[in-house]
């Protein structure tokens, strides 16, 4: 009798364990619309809703982010910049809210570094986080 009660403890220990790992633990949110978007050089997400705490979180209106819940908004390119302060970006007519300088026209990169997206150059210069060469974008 009391080894067939180890027995039938040992097995709900077993089964009670796997139920948990197939959890996952339950520290995370679940969102099956809200996923991540890997980028590379030649492939810039389309996504038109993001997490802004989080940016490769990409989804719909409407969902949220896996990582800590906040609603995904609605991602606005900005074609002009501020020459001093490229931070500072809107339209065609707009003025920097620093300097009070009118916001040119953002151009386009012709190569970025393939292991980071966001540094971009031209031809010869090299990722400033890796050293990398950067390569040619294709559009």
């Not at 796997?18 to 978007?37: L, M």
């Not at 074609?79 to 026209?105: F, Q, V």
Request: hydrophobic share 30%; aromatic share 4%; glycine share 10%.
């Amino acid at each position: 009798m009391k080894k067939s009660m180890q027995l039938l403890f040992a097995a709900s220990l077993i089964i009670s364990g796997g139920f948990f790992a197939s959890c996952g633990g339950g520290d995370h949110a679940h969102n099956a619309n809200a996923t991540t978007e890997t980028t590379d050089a030649n492939h810039m997400t389309s996504a038109e809703y993001a997490c802004p705490m989080h940016p490769e979180i990409t989804g719909h209106e409407g969902d949220k982010c896996s990582k800590c819940g906040m609603p995904l908004e609605k991602v606005v390119t900005a074609d002009y910049a501020c020459p001093m302060h490229p931070e500072i970006t809107g339209h065609e007519g707009d003025k920097c809210s620093k300097c009070g300088m009118p916001l040119e026209k953002v151009a386009t990169a012709d190569y970025a570094c393939p292991m980071h997206p966001d540094i971009t150059g031209k031809e010869g210069d090299s990722c400033s986080k890796c050293g990398m060469a950067l390569t040619p974008v294709k559009k």
